[in-house]
């Protein structure tokens, strides 16, 4: 049963990522009193690059063309290993834990910025170095904040996480977690690519990760986009279940189709919340500069420091 | 539970001290004293719960610290940069010392300074984990004093300097007679409308000055 479980956790994350995509962008337009496009919009335009056909410079690789689909593939697998609709391990999730599959994301990061680079073009590479730029500094914070959560619950696995923060209000309450949270919010926004760190528009000042797949055409575009609304998910979903809302997730093996297939509906609606505070965020705050990007990652940083601080203080 | 509550406000002071390290608007960190003042009025009240024997003598505090600290102060330093600028919500530090990132580490670091001195000196008698707040403030408070160069700013490091003391002797000198401990926020109003004022003759005689070699520049 398990693996059928994780079958419908994979087509689950891959089938309603580009949806919460859709509605996100939804719901900007609407606050901004727009019209917006439907919310089914991320399906039209993947279709159709689908049925584009594929451009590729002279000058790159065969890395180039593959890029996007070991990205894709990371994904899935990461999808298989973190708790998104079951708070109890399913088939594969003992292939890696909290850090691997912090590891797996960082591996991801590292091939999308190798075809990047091997699309030889400028802007590419102005995207490339900038995500870079800012990854090395997100990423050791991530680190800080998953061995702040291992503290809290003596194991690096995120289903053990999820059960201690569900089952203790003495952990769930404490300041330890509190910095936690907000630490990965800020890391989240980073990694979404949402407002005050970044604006889905092409203007050169501030691009980071629109730049990275300007050479991309058909297919290959698609697959891109399509990882990096499940990357998105993704994120969400480990953000709702293991840090914020860790709820209502069935726990039990046990517990039955049903109840996996109800919980699948109250995770679009925790997703939906998410998003909506997103959705806020990205029509009422301006952009920062480019090099203002690295005080916020300061006060993430920060943050996860004090969480190591509070959980020193507050221990008997 | 009591301590818990301690702990959170205490990290809460922390933290607004690193927002103010962060944020480079005038007004931003006069608000951002505002409400740690209010929290410090909160660990007072707190305080007097805590000890029912010189409950009202707190309370008391608590309820000056929000008028002059959380109120009145704040209001005197907005009006002054009204009374100077055209548009105060403009006024910033444009260049200051350091980097804020690098601030910000400097002041994580201080605040572990803060922390190791208490655990060597006051904890042996306090036997309180949380009594380091006041000295990591202290701490954060000296930096955003010296990092900055503009002077309401500088201004703004004395106050939450001075809000680590209230908390530091709220819990360590808690026997001070109360003219002591209320003189000493009433003396802050003086001292805010005073320094006020020579910020304000010094601003006036930077901007005819700045005015003075523009208008030799234009020839």
Known sequence: MLVVYSILEILFVVICSPLIAGIQSRMEERLE????????????????????ESLVPKVSSPLFRLGPYVVFMFYLFIAIIIPVITAFPLTYASSADFVGGGLLFGAAAAIKKMTAIDSRC???????????SIGALSEPIMVLIFIMLGVLSDTNNPFVINNVLRSSAHWYLSLLHGFVVISFFIILIIETGQLPVESHSNGELGMIDQAMPMEYTGPEL????????????????????VYILPFLVPMKPDAGILVILAYMAIHLVKLILLILVFALLNTTVSKFRLYKNFDFLSVAFALAFLASLAYYISKP | MMEQAFQILGFLLIVLTILMQWESYVKGVIFLF????????????LLGLSRPGEN?????????TITVRGLIIPIIMNRALRSLYKK?????????LMGIGGSILISLLLILVGFFIYQNSLYEVLKIKSGAVPFALFMQASLLIISRKNAYIQMMGFLVMENAVVMLSGWVFSGLPFVVEAGGILDLLGLVVVSSLIIRVREEAIMQEGDHFEKELRG
């Open chain 1, 33 to 52: 009193s727009k019209q917006g496009p439907s919310i089914f919009q991320p399906y039209y335009d993947l279709a159709k690059l689908f049925r584009k």
């Open chain 2, 56 to 64: 009202y003598l707190l309370f008391i505090l608590a309820a000056l």
């Open chain 1, 122 to 132: 400028n802007y590419a590479h102005l995207g490339t170095s900038r995500n870079a």
């Open chain 2, 88 to 96: 105060p919500w403009r006024v910033r530090e444009d260049r200051p």
């Open chain 2, 34 to 45: 505002s409400v740690s003042s209010f929290i410090v009025a909160a660990f007072l009240i």
């Open chain 1, 222 to 241: 698609a697959m891109y986009k399509w990882a990096s609304y499940t990357k998105t998910f993704l994120l969400l979903s480990v953000f709702l279940n």
